[in-house]
């Protein structure tokens, strides 16, 4: 027995040698993991939250989390080495211009709360990472008359708010729809879908309208076009995603839990998948389900 053992060590260490030695005259592939400037692209996770309130919330859920649990999702990253990339590194990157961080990923907040403000931005200053707000345009008016009720479990950013995010080099403003953000009653189209029997040319006119309002908005308070929109609900059709192209949006975003390839074509930053940030997780067991590793390297 000992001597099989001794025997079999013995072809592991060869084997071993073999296997260093073929490693060394054999060239290297290409390698799905190969840092952002590779040929094939990169894999760009994009994690979507959307409300950040107090831990000792009663509101807590699948699109509620705490503040707590931002703040170790944003540690969590730091130190498994993702670096959180804006909007308009991505669309570089796809333009040939620039290369992306090794881990890049992609932060994205919904519905423009005024939650994002009061919780989320501090922590985004603190950790400098950049992240992206995708506003309802009706909403954010609402918000912005004198007499609105406001409530941070419930309110969402004013225009002025939206301006001053802006201005901060770790917001970027997305486009969530003006009106569209809507998913209740038997009339509703849910989103950007479709009604049954509706025509193209209806369609294509009313997604574009409500696109352009909210395009005009968000121009007009922040001064700069923005480039990413994101489907309410994650209902988009190949029309609407025409729609968009023309009207210059360079990003959309899908609700489809995936993670989505890079490459060095514009094309890629198209319908990415996204992955929900729910309340209840662990930063390492939510990071787990989007497949990240946990030490930079492994
Ligand atoms: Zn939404």
């Known amino acids: 027995m000992k001597k099989f053992w001794q025997k079999s060590r013995g072809y592991a260490a060869l084997l071993s ?3 260093f030695l073929f490693a060394l005259a054999w060239p290297e592939p290409e390698s799905p993991f190969l840092p952002a400037s590779g040929q094939e692209g990169v894999d760009v996770p994009v ?5 950040v309130l107090e831990e000792d919330s009663s509101l807590l859920g699948d699109y509620v989390i705490s503040r ?24 570089a990157y796809a333009a040939g211009e620039g290369d992306l961080p090794q881990r890049p990923i992609l932060l994205t907040f919904d519905d423009g709360y005024e939650s994002f403000f009061a919780n989320a931005y501090p922590l985004l200053q603190k950790y400098q990472m950049p992240a992206v707000v995708s506003v309802i345009g009706r909403y954010s008016n609402l918000y912005s008359q004198p007499d609105a009720v406001r409530h941070l479990n419930y309110s969402h950013l004013d225009w002025e708010q939206v301006k001053a995010l802006s201005r901060s080099p770790y917001v970027s403003i997305g486009s969530h729809s003006y009106d569209m ?22 369609y294509a006119q009313v997604f574009t309208a409500d696109t352009q ?9 922040t001064g700069k076009e923005p480039t990413l929109y994101a489907y309410p609900f994650g209902f988009y059709t190949a029309q609407s995603e025409e729609i968009l192209k023309n009207l210059g949006y360079q990003i959309t975003l899908s609700c489809e839990s995936r993670v989505s390839r890079i ?17 209840g997780l662990s930063s390492q067991d939510f990071f787990a389900r989007m497949r990240l590793e946990a030490t930079e390297g492994a």
């Not at 309002?213 to 308070?221: C, G, R």
């Open 181 to 202: 953000h809507d998913a209740s009653g038997q009339e509703s189209r849910s989103g950007a879908k479709r009604l049954s029997g509706e025509t193209d040319e209806h």
């Open 47 to 51: 994690v979507m939250y959307h409300h």
């Open 17 to 19: 040698l073999l296997c």
């Open 213 to 221: 309002k909210i395009h005009e908005a968000i121009t007009d308070v």
């Open 68 to 91: 707590q649990e931002l703040e170790s999702d944003l540690q969590w990253l730091q130190k498994a080495g993702y670096t959180p990339v804006s909007p308009s590194q991505l669309i």
């Open 263 to 279: 490459t060095r074509d514009p094309a890629s930053l198209f319908l990415l998948g996204r992955f929900n940030r729910p309340h």
